[in-house]
């Protein structure tokens, strides 16, 4: 935040970037307020002008107006537009009725209509960071306290906070009373955050490690402050991250792309044709015929256009993704249905995507045994098994240490009835480590509710940050045999667990059987390296420990109290991968894509999970949040390729990670789930929100919601957006190859000499739309080729002609054009002959669409015979087929229709000739494929 130095403005404060460096006092005397009276009004009044409100600030977007005028710029539409136009000017001069022009408008109304719902979906994650502050907040202002606004907060003033406050800026702690923040929406850390006034923080310091400061967004679950304001709106970390996503400028999607690229291709093709058509036209009849040739040219100009190509892609995308909901994948932004197929690298959150989110206990160490765990999830139900694979009854040892892990413990163990199913669904209220230490214990047959009326806590020492540790003090008021210390003097017990070496630390003796021993220095040993054992391995370690008192120690006292304690043992616990994730890893593997694992984790936690799904080798390196940070841009992009775990990463380094992969040439799928996740999740190619865990920014953001947040998730929409622009371009190949051979058609009726337009505007918006559009729809719902998920993902930059597809419409235009145009000829020549002219034009009208039914039929697969494709796998082709071929005969033989479309009656022969020319277009693809097997196995030979 940057204030002024002026003289006429001193009483506004020098900035000061490093408040957690700071004490109370020196943060009080550099906002020049007080902490028990507040600013002063005219300092408010000074800086609520200079710094204005604390609200987030909107940079300038596209208006709903200017999205509707972008979709009119398209260079198709244009030149339907301009088509449209002329067709009404000439209609206009001949008195005619313009039936032309207002279907063409029509076509370019719907299809701006289209692309405007599909763009205005304007991004809502400011939106959503607005909703993190508070409208209200409470101020201490000229010793007075107050309820304002929050967006009349300046720098200086004192916020007063308590249980269930929303804070409304960023500040400075200057009294704290057992002050806990969910900072979860801002760090991605699921625990709150102890915070400590006194706490004289390094420059360096993290975000989520700042405990003398309060951030905009997050929320007070327990205890009371008194807080300093040190910056407002955009400078505050939340206005940061607003900075950010409005800094990230969204780019066309590959589909988006190409199509731009087919309009520009179609259109300059079409006028370079109508040009030659008009100059052969003009040198061979004079300027008499100029009409006639413009009549000719709008023909063209409506033929070359695919009218119905964005209604038939958008309804696919749709189809799309209605199938990903089924598959727990909810699609926010259309195109990116088609993106997620050219996915290269998919970047993970590791606890809850790659894992279950359930901590388990899976190793168990005591005096005297060594025992693994087995089970699943948070069902009490399991076995003990000794280092020898002999299973055994669970010992005295382990008893006591699962009364340590119960009582020392705030979390609740829940089940319910899953009637459906038939089966009981645990789950945990609370700390998942927590979690895993109850579901050990019932294992052992103890549970919490059976136990803590028996055993009351009487008093706690709260886990921090420096100890890494947490007792409590119950009392032993039960008759039990063979178990804790009991007797008279000592009627409490105190039961501490933490980290293994702070716990050990403050040990003398040690649980073996029913004895305390003194501990010696080759036990401690044995315990520590046993610790950094089961650390390597990717588990989480806690220490136990536990100890008879005579009173309750006082509050304050931990530091005195927690000696001489007697060692229970220590557990070993693991956010297990989700059981279907290593398949999916596999998979992606086999796919060409990258799987790539990002975690706030350590880097040993991370290398076993990821070693164990095999995104990487245990003796790979991994890429720490500290490492990251020295790194340069151009040292980040050198490495980013090799690297596949990135550990104690913090949100915001995922962004430099996206943009390194991105310049890299990869196209990035990127999950996240926080606040801080938000502009990575915008610049990725798919940004992908948790929807179980992730809050309304992240998912605001996003282009796809995990339903389930699971990894296998991405993987299977990975493999539904290739089927979509697999079919897409299976539908382009159908549309476009048919559109060629209509404007060839056209432009060889006046260069033969054959009167007249053999197809109006209106007959060709018909076969763009319905006898293109049905049969094309059809093809968008064609099952997944067999190998859609053995094979790299094709280059998001490749051409929408890319491999064949430009020179099979060129080619089977052609075809198209051939046979057509010999019907259309010896149709010419038959009508004259029998006293009908312009029938001819019906049978070539008629031709082309019944043409296109074979072509759908022989489409479906580039290598298969139509005979030997099941015909039931895609019935929805046969009845488009069924249903087109009916609606083109009933503008033939009913007589209103046959009136609007200018058709002509046809003979049972000359319709029959129809179908047999058709026929010739399904007969020619068949043999393609079986020339170009025999050329394939004719050069394997």
């Not at 702690?173 to 706490?199: F, M, P």
């Not at 991994?622 to 340069?632: D, H, I, K, N, P």
Request: negative net charge; contains cysteine; glycine residues 6%.
């Amino acid at each position: 935040m940057n204030f002024p130095t002026t003289s006429d403005t001193a009483a506004v404060p020098q900035t000061e970037e490093h408040w957690h460096t700071l004490n109370e006092e020196q943060t009080t005397e550099l906002l020049q307020s007080d902490r028990d009276r507040g600013l002063r009004a005219e300092l408010v009044d000074q800086r609520q002008q200079y710094f204005g409100t604390n609200e987030l600030k909107e940079s300038g977007g596209r208006s709903a107006l200017t999205i509707l005028w972008d979709q009119f710029t398209n260079i198709m539409l244009i030149m339907l537009i301009a088509v449209a136009i002329v067709s009404a000017i000439l209609d206009w001069r001949q008195n005619n009725f313009p039936q032309d022009a207002i279907a063409i408008f029509s076509i370019v109304i719907l299809n701006g209509i289209l692309g405007y719902f599909q763009e205005s979906r304007a991004e809502k994650a400011l939106a959503a960071l607005k909703r993190l502050s508070s409208p209200q907040v409470r101020v201490i202002r000229d010793g007075v306290t107050q309820e304002i606004e929050a967006k009349e907060l300046v720098p200086g003033d004192i916020m007063l906070l308590e249980a269930g406050v929303q804070i409304a800026a960023d500040g400075r702690l200057l009294e704290t009373r057992n002050l806990q923040i969910a900072e979860s929406t801002l760090t991605g850390e699921a625990t709150a955050v102890t915070k400590d006034a006194t706490a004289i923080l390094s420059e360096n310091a993290s975000l989520g490690d700042r405990l003398n400061l309060v951030f905009q967004g997050t929320e007070v679950v327990q205890g009371r402050a008194r807080a300093i304001v040190t910056k407002i709106g955009m400078e505050t970390e939340i206005g940061r991250i607003a900075s950010m996503i409005q800094g990230v400028s969204s780019e066309p999607t590959p589909l988006q792309q190409r199509m731009t690229q087919l309009g520009n291709v179609l259109v300059s093709g079409s006028m370079s044709l109508v040009a030659l058509v008009v100059v052969v036209g003009v040198v061979r009849s004079g300027w008499s015929a100029f009409a006639e040739l413009l009549e000719i040219s709008l023909s063209m100009a409506v033929a070359v256009v695919p009218e119905g190509l964005p209604a038939v892609v958008t309804v696919t995308l749709a189809i799309g993704t209605q199938k990903m909901i089924r598959r727990h994948a909810l699609i926010r932004k259309l195109p990116a249905v088609e993106t997620l197929g050219s996915v290269t690298t998919i970047c993970s959150d590791k606890t809850g995507t790659l894992t279950q989110n359930k901590m388990v206990v899976q190793k168990v160490y005591t005096g005297s045994y060594h025992f693994s765990v087995t089970g699943e999830g948070y069902e009490p139900s399991g076995t003990f098994y000794c280092q020898n694979n002999n299973e055994i009854e669970t010992e005295t040892e382990v008893q006591k240490l699962c009364l340590a892990c119960v009582l020392c413990n705030d979390a609740l163990l829940q089940h319910s009835r899953n009637i459906a199913e038939k089966t009981t669904d645990w789950t945990i209220l609370g700390d998942p480590t927590e979690g895993a230490l109850l579901t050990l214990a019932g294992k052992t047959g103890l549970f919490k509710e059976d136990i803590q009326d028996k055993m009351p806590r009487q008093e706690e020492f709260p886990f921090d940050s420096e100890r890494k540790r947490m007792s409590v003090i119950v009392t032993d008021d039960r008759e039990r045999q063979g178990t804790l210390e009991q007797n008279n003097e000592s009627p409490y017990l105190m039961f501490t667990k933490g980290s293994t070496e702070l716990v050990l630390e403050r040990c003398d003796r040690i649980l073996i059987q029913e004895d305390t021993p003194l501990i010696n220095d080759s036990q401690r040993q044995e315990i520590l390296d046993t610790n950094d054992h089961l650390a390597s391995i990717g588990l989480r370690v806690l220490g136990f420990a536990y100890k008879p008192l005579t009173e309750i120690p006082r509050t304050g006292t931990e530091n005195t109290s927690e000696q001489n304690l007697v060692w229970l043992g220590l557990v070993g616990m693991l956010d297990a991968p989700r059981i279907e994730v290593e398949s999916a890893v596999q998979k992606c593997k086999r796919a060409g894509i990258r799987p790539v694992m990002i975690t706030g984790d350590h880097p040993l936690t991370a290398m076993a999970i990821a070693a164990k799904l095999d995104i990487t080798g245990l003796s790979d390196s991994s890429v720490t949040g500290q490492e990251l940070e020295a790194m340069s841009t151009e040292e980040l992009e050198r490495v980013v390729e090799q690297v596949s775990v990135y550990a104690r990463v913090a949100p915001e380094h995922k962004l430099r990670i996206v943009k390194a992969l991105q310049k890299r040439g990869e196209f990035v799928a990127m999950t996240g789930d926080g606040v801080n996740d938000a502009p990575a999740l915008k610049q990725a190619d798919i940004g992908i929100a948790m929807g179980i865990t992730g809050t309304d920014v992240s998912k605001e953001a996003s282009d796809m919601i995990l339903l389930d947040d699971n990894f296998a998730t991405i993987v299977a929409a990975t493999e539904e957006g290739r089927v979509v622009y697999d079919n897409i371009r299976r539908f382009i190949k159908y549309i476009l190859g048919s559109n060629i051979g209509e404007v060839l058609t056209i432009a060889a009726a006046p260069l033969l000499g054959l009167g007249g337009v053999p197809l109006s505007p209106l007959q060709i918006l018909w076969m763009n739309l319905v006898t293109d559009g049905l049969p094309a729809l059809a093809l968008a719902l064609e099952p997944a080729e067999p190998n859609v998920m053995s094979r790299t993902p094709y280059n998001p930059k490749e051409s929408i002609f890319a491999r064949g597809l430009g020179w099979y419409m060129v080619r089977i235009g052609i075809i198209f054009a051939l046979i057509t145009i010999v019907l259309m000829v010896w149709s010419y020549n038959y009508s004259r002959v029998d006293g009908n002219p312009a029938r001819w034009k019906t049978m070539v009208f008629t031709t082309l669409c019944l043409a296109q039914m074979g072509h759908a039929l022989a489409v479906r697969s580039d290598t298969r015979l139509t005979i030997e494709m099941n015909p039931f796998s895609n019935l929805y082709v046969l009845g488009a087929i069924t249903l087109t071929t009916v609606l083109q005969l009933l503008l033939i033989y009913v007589a209103p229709l046959r009136n609007f479309f200018s058709t002509h009656l046809l003979s049972p022969t000359e319709l029959a000739i129809c179908f047999g020319f058709s026929l010739l277009m399904f007969v020619w693809i068949e043999m393609e494929k079986l020339f170009q097997r025999w050329f394939l196995s004719r050069n394997k030979h």
